[in-house]
């Protein structure tokens, strides 16, 4: 993915992914933490979730791991 592409990409924040996979945001956090999610740190050190994962996820389409 080239940076320009991923600059554009939504970013969704852990109380939205939260609501999607119907957990709590602690559980989103845990997951990031376990490598189960990427994320993705604003300059304050909040994390958000790429919308592209995270639909990927929802579907059960497995992404391909990134080195």
Do not use: C, N
């Not at 969704?12 to 845990?30: C, G, I, M, Y």
């Not at 304050?44 to 994962?53: A, C, I, L, Q």
Request: charged share 30%; no cysteine; hydrophobic share 35%.
């Amino acid at each position: 993915m080239h940076a320009t592409q991923v600059e554009t990409e939504p970013l969704l924040t852990p109380a939205e992914v939260a609501s999607l996979f119907r957990v709590d945001p602690k559980t989103v956090t845990r997951w990031a933490r376990a490598g189960k999610l990427s994320a993705v740190r604003t300059l304050g050190g909040h994390r958000r979730y790429r919308e592209s994962e995270i639909r990927m996820l929802l579907t059960g389409v497995p992404e391909q791991r990134r080195s």
